[in-house]
Protein backbone atom coordinates (compact mmCIF):
# COMPACT_ATOMS: atom_id res chain seq x y z
CA UNK A 1 0.00 0.00 0.00
CA UNK A 2 1.33 3.78 -0.52
CA UNK A 3 1.81 6.20 1.74
CA UNK A 4 -0.31 8.98 1.74
CA UNK A 5 0.99 12.22 0.53
CA UNK A 6 2.22 14.44 2.85
CA UNK A 7 0.66 17.24 2.00
CA UNK A 8 -1.89 19.29 -1.12
CA UNK A 9 -0.34 21.95 -2.11
CA UNK A 10 -2.77 24.90 -3.40
CA UNK A 11 0.00 27.45 -5.49
CA UNK A 12 -2.37 30.79 -6.56
CA UNK A 13 -1.05 32.21 -9.60
CA UNK A 14 0.10 30.88 -12.69
CA UNK A 15 3.79 32.40 -13.43
CA UNK A 16 7.41 30.57 -13.44
CA UNK A 17 7.61 31.35 -9.78
CA UNK A 18 4.29 29.30 -9.62
CA UNK A 19 5.43 26.62 -11.32
CA UNK A 20 8.70 26.73 -9.47
CA UNK A 21 6.71 26.75 -6.28
CA UNK A 22 4.84 23.36 -7.31
CA UNK A 23 8.27 21.95 -8.29
CA UNK A 24 9.37 22.36 -5.27
CA UNK A 25 6.91 20.47 -3.31
CA UNK A 26 7.40 17.88 -6.12
CA UNK A 27 11.23 17.25 -5.60
CA UNK A 28 10.94 17.33 -1.96
CA UNK A 29 7.92 14.99 -1.52
CA UNK A 30 6.53 13.27 -5.15
CA UNK A 31 3.04 15.24 -4.48
CA UNK A 32 1.07 17.38 -7.53
CA UNK A 33 -0.07 20.69 -6.69
CA UNK A 34 -3.04 22.30 -6.92
CA UNK A 35 -1.92 25.92 -9.04
CA UNK A 36 -5.11 27.96 -9.68
CA UNK A 37 -4.74 30.73 -12.09
CA UNK A 38 -6.79 33.45 -13.41
CA UNK A 39 -6.01 32.16 -16.76
CA UNK A 40 -4.57 29.44 -18.71
CA UNK A 41 -0.75 29.82 -18.80
CA UNK A 42 1.92 28.07 -20.83
CA UNK A 43 4.45 28.11 -17.06
CA UNK A 44 1.61 25.36 -15.92
CA UNK A 45 0.39 23.97 -19.17
CA UNK A 46 0.77 20.23 -19.87
CA UNK A 47 2.85 19.66 -16.49
CA UNK A 48 2.51 16.32 -14.97
CA UNK A 49 2.90 17.59 -11.36
CA UNK A 50 0.17 20.58 -11.69
CA UNK A 51 -3.75 20.12 -11.73
CA UNK A 52 -4.49 23.64 -13.24
CA UNK A 53 -7.66 25.33 -12.12
CA UNK A 54 -8.76 28.00 -13.95
CA UNK A 55 -10.69 31.57 -11.78
CA UNK A 56 -10.62 34.54 -13.80
CA UNK A 57 -12.10 36.10 -10.12
CA UNK A 58 -9.55 34.63 -8.31
CA UNK A 59 -8.52 38.28 -6.98
CA UNK A 60 -11.88 38.57 -5.30
CA UNK A 61 -11.42 37.32 -1.31
CA UNK A 62 -14.76 35.36 -1.44
CA UNK A 63 -13.80 33.44 -4.29
CA UNK A 64 -10.75 32.67 -3.37
CA UNK A 65 -11.64 31.14 0.22
CA UNK A 66 -14.34 29.24 -1.53
CA UNK A 67 -12.38 27.66 -4.01
CA UNK A 68 -9.37 26.86 -1.90
CA UNK A 69 -12.27 25.28 0.56
CA UNK A 70 -13.54 23.61 -2.71
CA UNK A 71 -10.35 21.85 -3.16
CA UNK A 72 -9.14 20.79 0.61
CA UNK A 73 -12.72 19.17 0.54
CA UNK A 74 -11.72 16.34 -1.86
CA UNK A 75 -7.36 16.52 -0.72
CA UNK A 76 -6.21 13.49 0.59
CA UNK A 77 -4.08 15.50 2.64
CA UNK A 78 -3.60 18.05 4.52
CA UNK A 79 -3.92 21.68 2.54
CA UNK A 80 -1.19 24.36 2.38
CA UNK A 81 -1.82 27.52 0.60
CA UNK A 82 0.99 29.40 -0.81
CA UNK A 83 2.09 32.18 -3.71
CA UNK A 84 4.88 34.26 -5.01
CA UNK A 85 2.04 37.43 -5.34
CA UNK A 86 1.89 40.20 -2.78
CA UNK A 87 -2.35 40.43 -2.46
CA UNK A 88 -2.50 36.81 -2.96
CA UNK A 89 -0.67 36.98 0.39
CA UNK A 90 -2.31 40.15 2.15
CA UNK A 91 -5.49 38.30 1.29
CA UNK A 92 -4.44 34.97 2.65
CA UNK A 93 -3.70 36.58 5.69
CA UNK A 94 -6.86 39.13 6.01
CA UNK A 95 -9.09 35.94 5.60
CA UNK A 96 -6.92 32.91 7.46
CA UNK A 97 -9.85 32.21 9.80
CA UNK A 98 -11.96 31.68 7.09
CA UNK A 99 -9.32 28.93 5.77
CA UNK A 100 -7.81 27.66 9.42
CA UNK A 101 -10.35 24.87 9.71
CA UNK A 102 -9.06 23.12 6.48
CA UNK A 103 -5.62 24.83 5.46
CA UNK A 104 -2.25 25.84 6.68
CA UNK A 105 -1.40 29.78 5.12
CA UNK A 106 2.30 30.22 6.02
CA UNK A 107 2.32 34.22 6.01
CA UNK A 108 2.47 36.81 8.82
CA UNK A 109 -0.71 38.38 10.60
CA UNK A 110 -2.08 41.04 8.47
CA UNK A 111 -0.72 44.18 10.56
CA UNK A 112 3.04 42.78 10.39
CA UNK A 113 2.32 42.36 6.61
CA UNK A 114 1.25 45.71 6.64
CA UNK A 115 4.22 47.06 8.21
CA UNK A 116 6.52 45.90 5.53
CA UNK A 117 4.09 46.17 2.55
CA UNK A 118 4.06 49.86 2.90
CA UNK A 119 6.81 51.18 1.57
CA UNK A 120 6.34 54.32 3.34
CA UNK A 121 6.75 52.74 6.78
CA UNK A 122 9.51 49.95 5.74
CA UNK A 123 11.82 53.66 4.41
CA UNK A 124 11.24 54.53 8.38
CA UNK A 125 12.03 51.26 9.71
CA UNK A 126 15.29 51.12 7.79
CA UNK A 127 16.18 54.82 8.81
CA UNK A 128 15.27 53.71 12.38
CA UNK A 129 17.59 50.41 12.22
CA UNK A 130 20.57 51.87 10.15
CA UNK A 131 20.13 49.70 6.98
CA UNK A 132 21.30 51.32 3.83
CA UNK A 133 17.91 52.87 2.22
CA UNK A 134 17.81 55.26 -0.54
CA UNK A 135 16.43 58.89 0.40
CA UNK A 136 12.79 58.85 0.05
CA UNK A 137 9.94 61.10 0.12
CA UNK A 138 6.21 60.19 -0.51
CA UNK A 139 3.29 61.57 -2.77
CA UNK A 140 -0.20 60.18 -2.98
CA UNK A 141 -1.66 59.52 -6.72
CA UNK A 142 -3.23 62.60 -8.23
CA UNK A 143 -1.15 64.95 -5.72
CA UNK A 144 0.72 67.78 -6.85
CA UNK A 145 4.41 67.10 -6.97
CA UNK A 146 4.81 70.07 -4.53
CA UNK A 147 8.90 70.91 -3.01
CA UNK A 148 10.67 67.71 -3.74
CA UNK A 149 14.42 67.15 -1.68
CA UNK A 150 15.49 64.60 -4.36
CA UNK A 151 17.67 64.92 -7.24
CA UNK A 152 16.10 64.20 -10.55
CA UNK A 153 16.16 61.18 -11.87
CA UNK A 154 13.84 59.76 -9.25
CA UNK A 155 12.36 56.47 -8.73
CA UNK A 156 8.56 56.28 -8.44
CA UNK A 157 6.76 52.77 -7.44
CA UNK A 158 3.60 52.10 -5.42
CA UNK A 159 3.43 52.45 -1.86
CA UNK A 160 -0.22 49.88 -1.86
CA UNK A 161 1.38 47.25 -4.80
CA UNK A 162 -2.26 45.52 -3.77
CA UNK A 163 -4.62 48.86 -4.99
CA UNK A 164 -1.83 49.25 -7.83
CA UNK A 165 -2.98 45.85 -9.26
CA UNK A 166 -5.95 47.13 -9.73
CA UNK A 167 -6.05 49.93 -11.48
CA UNK A 168 -4.84 50.48 -15.15
CA UNK A 169 -3.47 53.40 -17.50
CA UNK A 170 -1.11 54.06 -20.43
CA UNK A 171 2.50 53.45 -19.59
CA UNK A 172 1.37 52.19 -15.99
CA UNK A 173 4.54 49.99 -14.63
CA UNK A 174 6.25 48.35 -11.66
CA UNK A 175 8.27 51.00 -11.25
CA UNK A 176 9.02 54.37 -12.96
CA UNK A 177 12.78 55.98 -13.64
CA UNK A 178 11.43 59.38 -13.55
CA UNK A 179 13.27 62.20 -15.38
CA UNK A 180 11.89 65.55 -14.14
CA UNK A 181 9.15 67.49 -12.27
CA UNK A 182 6.99 67.23 -15.26
CA UNK A 183 7.18 63.36 -16.11
CA UNK A 184 7.05 62.87 -12.54
CA UNK A 185 3.62 65.27 -12.43
CA UNK A 186 2.06 62.95 -14.80
CA UNK A 187 2.57 60.04 -13.36
CA UNK A 188 1.17 61.26 -10.54
CA UNK A 189 -1.69 62.98 -12.40
CA UNK A 190 -2.19 59.39 -14.35
CA UNK A 191 -1.93 57.03 -11.59
CA UNK A 192 -4.93 59.35 -9.56
CA UNK A 193 -7.10 59.47 -12.35
CA UNK A 194 -7.04 55.93 -12.76
CA UNK A 195 -8.34 55.45 -9.57
CA UNK A 196 -4.76 55.30 -7.43
CA UNK A 197 -5.12 57.80 -4.67
CA UNK A 198 -2.62 55.82 -2.41
CA UNK A 199 0.86 56.75 -1.43
CA UNK A 200 3.49 56.88 -4.20
CA UNK A 201 7.04 56.12 -3.33
CA UNK A 202 9.40 58.68 -4.67
CA UNK A 203 13.33 57.98 -3.95
CA UNK A 204 16.74 58.73 -4.58
CA UNK A 205 17.88 57.05 -7.67
CA UNK A 206 20.90 54.65 -7.19
CA UNK A 207 23.22 54.69 -10.28
CA UNK A 208 24.67 51.22 -12.20
CA UNK A 209 22.69 49.12 -13.94
CA UNK A 210 21.75 45.42 -13.90
CA UNK A 211 25.00 43.91 -12.54
CA UNK A 212 24.50 45.83 -9.43
CA UNK A 213 21.06 44.02 -7.96
CA UNK A 214 21.53 41.27 -5.65
CA UNK A 215 18.47 39.28 -4.06
CA UNK A 216 18.46 38.15 -0.59
CA UNK A 217 15.52 35.43 0.83
CA UNK A 218 16.02 34.34 4.57
CA UNK A 219 12.74 32.07 6.19
CA UNK A 220 12.05 32.48 10.06
CA UNK A 221 9.91 30.45 12.13
CA UNK A 222 6.58 30.67 13.80
CA UNK A 223 9.41 31.65 16.83
CA UNK A 224 11.13 34.54 14.98
CA UNK A 225 14.45 32.61 14.68
CA UNK A 226 16.26 33.02 11.15
CA UNK A 227 16.29 29.24 10.12
CA UNK A 228 17.84 30.28 6.72
CA UNK A 229 19.56 32.85 4.97
CA UNK A 230 20.76 32.83 1.32
CA UNK A 231 21.18 34.92 -2.20
CA UNK A 232 22.86 35.96 -4.97
CA UNK A 233 24.68 38.65 -7.41
CA UNK A 234 21.49 39.20 -10.24
CA UNK A 235 23.14 39.25 -13.75
CA UNK A 236 20.57 40.23 -15.96
CA UNK A 237 16.72 41.60 -14.72
CA UNK A 238 14.26 41.33 -17.30
CA UNK A 239 12.87 44.60 -18.81
CA UNK A 240 9.97 44.08 -20.38
CA UNK A 241 6.84 46.04 -18.67
CA UNK A 242 4.69 43.13 -16.51
CA UNK A 243 7.88 41.23 -15.58
CA UNK A 244 10.36 44.79 -14.62
CA UNK A 245 12.97 43.90 -12.68
CA UNK A 246 12.34 40.21 -11.95
CA UNK A 247 15.75 38.34 -11.75
CA UNK A 248 16.92 36.61 -15.13
CA UNK A 249 19.69 35.33 -14.13
CA UNK A 250 21.34 34.82 -10.95
CA UNK A 251 24.46 33.63 -9.44
CA UNK A 252 24.22 32.35 -5.38
CA UNK A 253 26.77 33.50 -3.24
CA UNK A 254 27.27 34.91 0.19
CA UNK A 255 26.50 38.58 0.71
CA UNK A 256 28.01 39.26 4.39
CA UNK A 257 26.63 43.03 4.50
CA UNK A 258 23.18 42.43 3.14
CA UNK A 259 22.68 38.98 4.71
CA UNK A 260 22.93 40.47 8.05
CA UNK A 261 21.41 43.62 7.75
CA UNK A 262 17.76 41.27 6.62
CA UNK A 263 18.61 39.41 9.32
CA UNK A 264 18.56 42.53 11.47
CA UNK A 265 14.73 43.98 9.92
CA UNK A 266 13.28 40.50 10.37
CA UNK A 267 14.43 39.60 13.64
CA UNK A 268 13.63 43.27 14.88
CA UNK A 269 10.01 42.87 13.15
CA UNK A 270 9.41 39.31 14.54
CA UNK A 271 8.86 38.17 11.34
CA UNK A 272 8.10 34.65 10.34
CA UNK A 273 8.00 33.21 6.87
CA UNK A 274 9.61 33.66 3.99
CA UNK A 275 10.91 37.08 3.38
CA UNK A 276 12.74 38.17 0.10
CA UNK A 277 14.74 41.57 -0.28
CA UNK A 278 15.62 43.82 -3.39
CA UNK A 279 19.23 45.17 -3.20
CA UNK A 280 21.29 47.54 -5.18
CA UNK A 281 25.22 47.86 -4.50
CA UNK A 282 25.40 51.55 -4.75
CA UNK A 283 28.97 51.92 -6.08
CA UNK A 284 29.19 55.62 -4.36
CA UNK A 285 29.79 53.75 -1.53
CA UNK A 286 29.92 49.89 -1.64
CA UNK A 287 26.77 49.14 0.27
CA UNK A 288 23.89 47.29 -0.27
CA UNK A 289 21.33 49.56 -0.53
CA UNK A 290 17.55 48.35 0.81
CA UNK A 291 14.65 48.74 -1.93
CA UNK A 292 12.01 46.59 0.04
CA UNK A 293 11.24 43.52 1.85
CA UNK A 294 8.40 41.34 -0.46
CA UNK A 295 6.82 39.02 2.41
CA UNK A 296 6.94 35.89 0.37
CA UNK A 297 9.37 33.56 -1.80
CA UNK A 298 10.02 35.81 -5.12
CA UNK A 299 9.08 34.76 -8.61
CA UNK A 300 13.10 33.00 -8.98
CA UNK A 301 12.74 30.67 -5.69
CA UNK A 302 13.86 28.25 -7.83
CA UNK A 303 16.88 29.75 -7.10
CA UNK A 304 16.86 28.73 -3.29
CA UNK A 305 15.73 25.11 -4.32
CA UNK A 306 18.75 24.26 -6.82
CA UNK A 307 20.92 25.78 -4.33
CA UNK A 308 19.67 22.93 -1.44
CA UNK A 309 16.95 25.33 0.29
CA UNK A 310 14.14 23.83 -1.03
CA UNK A 311 10.92 26.37 0.22
CA UNK A 312 8.70 23.31 0.80
CA UNK A 313 10.98 21.78 3.67
CA UNK A 314 10.69 24.47 5.65
CA UNK A 315 7.29 24.90 5.44
CA UNK A 316 6.18 21.42 5.78
CA UNK A 317 9.02 21.68 9.01
CA UNK A 318 7.72 24.42 10.73
CA UNK A 319 4.19 23.99 9.70
CA UNK A 320 3.49 20.14 9.06
CA UNK A 321 6.04 17.97 10.37
CA UNK A 322 7.81 19.50 13.12
CA UNK A 323 11.47 18.17 12.09
CA UNK A 324 13.60 20.79 10.20
CA UNK A 325 16.10 20.00 7.38
CA UNK A 326 19.87 19.65 8.37
CA UNK A 327 21.62 23.07 7.59
CA UNK A 328 24.20 22.08 5.06
CA UNK A 329 26.03 24.43 3.35
CA UNK A 330 24.24 26.22 0.23
CA UNK A 331 25.08 25.34 -3.09
CA UNK A 332 26.38 27.43 -6.02
CA UNK A 333 24.73 27.87 -8.80
CA UNK A 334 23.23 29.91 -12.29
CA UNK A 335 19.79 30.30 -12.21
CA UNK A 336 18.75 31.61 -15.38
CA UNK A 337 15.60 32.12 -17.91
CA UNK A 338 17.32 32.78 -20.38
CA UNK A 339 19.96 31.09 -23.17
CA UNK A 340 23.81 31.10 -22.17
CA UNK A 341 24.92 33.03 -25.06
CA UNK A 342 22.49 35.84 -23.53
CA UNK A 343 25.15 35.79 -20.33
CA UNK A 344 28.49 36.14 -22.45
CA UNK A 345 27.36 38.89 -24.30
CA UNK A 346 26.07 41.01 -20.93
CA UNK A 347 28.53 39.85 -18.89
CA UNK A 348 31.62 41.14 -19.36
CA UNK A 349 33.44 41.19 -15.75
CA UNK A 350 35.82 38.72 -16.10
CA UNK A 351 35.60 37.67 -12.30
CA UNK A 352 32.02 36.90 -13.05
CA UNK A 353 32.84 35.51 -16.08
CA UNK A 354 34.83 32.89 -14.37
CA UNK A 355 31.89 32.41 -11.91
CA UNK A 356 29.29 31.54 -14.38
CA UNK A 357 31.63 28.82 -15.76
CA UNK A 358 32.08 27.29 -11.87
CA UNK A 359 28.40 27.49 -11.24
CA UNK A 360 25.63 24.68 -12.20
CA UNK A 361 23.26 25.92 -14.38
CA UNK A 362 19.52 25.89 -13.52
CA UNK A 363 16.35 26.74 -15.35
CA UNK A 364 13.28 26.70 -13.30
CA UNK A 365 11.15 25.64 -15.92
CA UNK A 366 13.63 22.17 -17.17
CA UNK A 367 12.47 19.75 -14.77
CA UNK A 368 13.67 16.36 -15.44
CA UNK A 369 10.57 15.03 -13.35
CA UNK A 370 8.30 16.77 -15.78
CA UNK A 371 8.66 16.01 -18.96
CA UNK A 372 6.58 15.82 -22.31
CA UNK A 373 7.87 16.42 -26.01
CA UNK A 374 4.86 19.50 -26.05
CA UNK A 375 6.23 21.21 -22.57
CA UNK A 376 9.51 20.66 -23.50
CA UNK A 377 9.23 22.19 -26.67
CA UNK A 378 7.49 25.86 -25.67
CA UNK A 379 9.71 26.13 -22.45
CA UNK A 380 13.03 26.07 -25.30
CA UNK A 381 10.52 27.97 -27.20
CA UNK A 382 10.42 30.50 -24.27
CA UNK A 383 14.20 30.68 -23.61
CA UNK A 384 14.44 31.62 -27.21
CA UNK A 385 12.41 34.34 -26.96
CA UNK A 386 14.45 36.02 -24.34
CA UNK A 387 16.57 37.04 -27.07
CA UNK A 388 14.04 39.29 -28.84
CA UNK A 389 12.84 40.73 -25.49
CA UNK A 390 16.10 41.65 -24.47
CA UNK A 391 17.18 43.23 -27.98
CA UNK A 392 13.56 45.14 -27.93
CA UNK A 393 13.71 46.29 -24.25
CA UNK A 394 16.91 45.65 -22.84
CA UNK A 395 20.30 47.81 -24.71
CA UNK A 396 23.50 46.35 -24.92
CA UNK A 397 25.43 47.50 -22.11
CA UNK A 398 28.04 50.51 -22.21
CA UNK A 399 31.84 49.63 -21.91
CA UNK A 400 31.65 51.09 -18.09
CA UNK A 401 27.83 49.38 -17.33
CA UNK A 402 29.70 45.88 -18.49
CA UNK A 403 32.24 46.44 -15.75
CA UNK A 404 30.00 47.17 -12.90
CA UNK A 405 30.48 51.14 -12.91
CA UNK A 406 27.35 53.56 -13.67
CA UNK A 407 26.17 54.24 -17.33
CA UNK A 408 23.59 57.43 -17.87
CA UNK A 409 20.17 56.94 -16.88
CA UNK A 410 17.96 55.47 -20.13
CA UNK A 411 14.39 56.22 -20.64
CA UNK A 412 11.75 55.22 -17.50
CA UNK A 413 11.32 51.93 -16.96
CA UNK A 414 14.15 50.21 -18.58
CA UNK A 415 16.67 50.61 -16.17
CA UNK A 416 18.20 51.16 -12.74
CA UNK A 417 14.81 49.76 -11.13
CA UNK A 418 14.16 49.20 -7.63
Same mark, same amino acid.
Given at each position: ?????????????????????????????????????????????????????????????????????? =? !?????? &? +?????? %????? #??? *????????? =? !?????? &? +?????? %????? #??? *???????????????????????????????????????????????????????????????????????????????????????????????????????????????????????????????????????????????????????????????????????????????????????????????????????????????????????????????????????????????????????????????????????????????????????????????????????
Amino acid at each position: MRNPPAVHPVVLGGDAGAYSLARAFHESLGVRSTVVSVRPTPNVARSGIISNVVEPRLDEPDVMVELVRR =V !AASAQA &P +VMVVTC %VDWYV #RAL *AEHRERLAD =V !AVVPYP &P +VGLLDE %VMDKQ #RFS *ALCQELGVPHPRTEVRDGGQQVGNLDLRYPVIAKPGDNTAWHRVSFPGKSKVHLVRDRDELAALLRAAGDAGYRRPMIVQEYVPGDDAQMRIMTTYSDRAGTVRMAWGGRVLLEEHTPGTLGNPAAILTGRLPQVETDARRLVEHLGWTGFANFDVKIDPRTGEGVFFELNPRTGRSNHYLTASGLNPADFWMADHLQGEWPDAAEPLEVLYRIVPGFLLDRYVQDPAVRAGLRRARAVHPLKYGGDRSPRRDAWVRLAELNQVRKFAQFHPAPTADEANGRPGEPVPSGERGVA
